[in-house]
């Protein structure tokens, strides 16, 4: 019977972006605090005789070589090519959402396929594969809690364990990225009140009337523009008093709740579904690390 291994890709929230400027190669230069939650994807991998297989849960997905799993496989392939492998990608997370799900496969992907050929590989020797696939994939080779600078390749690990409880609000479309960044113009960005040395001293008092004064997206305003729907459901959710932000480039929304559990945050998660239009979903997740 051939080898299996099970990778969880959890999904991320921003709970601080900043867009500084674009970039010569074209990126943006960011500043941001990202947050695994544990909303994930599962990847099952086996060995294979050759080449690299993949096949998703979710027959919207191409897995053909555009898919980030097949491109993570590829590059750790190119170290052994004697090996092959096939791969099940479980889709749990939303696309299209500013929750990383892609990203987070590929990483998943590195992780497990460096386990299932023995390869031996560091995380440190997986970071530049993880660079190269996107900008938050090397987030995710470690997930917690990071700041990430550069395009968002730059991961400064904190060590913290939040203990944080929130609902994912996620409407019936989605938000590209290339398309979200198109309306963004440095002239059109707000000052935020608080600054990232700001964020740092709060995260481990993890006080969540003190963190929902912290949170800002500088994305959040171009995407309420395509989107004004997003604003309005933004508004309802602060106005009840739940500290509530755009994730990355969206179109999730986040709002944060008292870490309690049972009655209380299924309490909270009525309140918020009450709130929603009809065909937003939202769903109950808590920090990971």
Known sequence: MALQIVELAPAKVNLWLRVLGRRPDGYHEIETILQTIDLADRLILEEAEAGIRLECSDPRLSCDESNLVYQAAKLLRSLAPDRGAHIYLEKNIPWQAGLGGGSSDAAAALRGL???????????????????????????????????????????????QLNLALVLIKPPFGLSTPQVYSQWAASLAHLPAY???????????????????????????????????????????????????????????????????????????????????DQFRCFLTYTRF
């Open 195 to 277: 600054s990232l040395s700001d964020w740092l001293a709060a995260l481990p008092r993890a006080n969540i009337e003190e963190l929902g004064l912290l949170l800002h997206n500088d994305l959040e305003e171009p995407a309420f523009r395509l989107q004004p729907q997003l604003a309005e459901v933004k508004r309802q959710l602060q106005a009840a008093g739940f500290p509530t932000l755009l994730s990355g480039s969206g179109s999730c929304l986040f709002a944060l709740l008292p870490n309690t559990e049972g009655s209380s945050a299924s309490g909270n998660l009525s309140t918020i579904r009450r709130l929603l239009p």
């Open 114 to 160: 460096n386990r299932l050929w023995e390869l031996g590989l560091a995380t440190e020797d997986l970071l530049p594969m993880a660079s190269s696939l996107g900008s938050d994939v090397s987030f995710f080779l470690t997930g917690g809690t990071a700041v990430a600078t550069g395009r968002g390749e730059n991961i400064r690990t904190l060590p913290l």
